[in-house]
């Protein structure tokens, strides 16, 4: 316990470094450049519900199906997935480096100046660019990440998809599917999903965090 405690220690103050160093360039929205509806196709099939701790590498394996086009087995994933704590919770970086050994392009945009609208705006501006989102918020008193996969701004709805939804009773180790026809297994509307993703973050670090996904 007590080297895990050291190993935290030392993995926090690494993170504080790398933070302070995070691009604040500001973050440009074009409203011109936002549709009314953006679907990236993520069909039900592929809802696998992870394993304990392991919602980083099951949201990388999702864009990495998602946009390579390819079937990947998430846990394969979660036991190659670098940079994580003892308990299994892993760190931004770790999404990050995988995505990028994968061929996948990220972005991380600095988005705590924006305002929620501004936030949501920049979501949808992604989006509808063909561009997959994981971000980080906090679901039960845990850390969690979620990936969207799509919008509807007439409904005000968002597409997610959530790596520890509600177990599917009829399929082992996949998730129920709320949003049926749509990508991912959730929907959430503007607000809901801002109150999940403004308390994100690991020790007063990565708040509104965001991993922008887009093929290379």
């Not at 895990?4 to 929205?29: H, Q």
Request: proline fraction near 5%.
């Amino acid at each position: 316990m007590e080297k895990n405690i050291i190993i935290l220690v030392i993995i926090t103050i690494t993170v504080a470094t790398i933070a302070s160093a995070w691009d604040a360039s500001p973050v440009v929205i074009d409203k011109s450049q936002i549709k009314t509806v953006s679907l990236i196709d993520y069909p039900s099939k592929f809802n696998y519900r992870q394993t304990i701790n392991d919602c980083g590498p099951f949201n990388v394996a999702a864009v990495v199906r998602a946009l390579g086009k390819k079937e990947i087995n998430p846990q394969q994933f979660a036991e190659k997935t670098e940079w994580r704590l003892p308990n299994k919770y892993t760190l931004p970086w770790g999404l990050e480096k995988q995505l990028k050994e994968n061929d996948i392009g990220v972005e991380n945009p600095n988005l705590k100046s924006l305002s929620d609208k501004e936030k949501i705006f920049f979501l949808q501006q992604r989006l509808s660019q063909g561009k997959p989102i994981i971000i980080l918020g906090e679901k039960n008193n845990f850390e969690h990440y979620l990936t969207i996969f799509g919008f509807d701004s007439s409904k005000d709805e968002f597409y997610v998809y959530d790596s520890s939804h509600d177990k599917n009773p009829g399929l082992d180790g996949m998730t129920k599917d709320d949003s049926v026809d749509l990508p991912g297994n959730r929907i959430f509307d503007s607000e809901g999903l801002l109150s999940f993703w403004r308390n994100g973050g690991i020790y007063g670090i990565y708040e509104w965090y965001a991993v922008v996904a887009g093929k290379l």
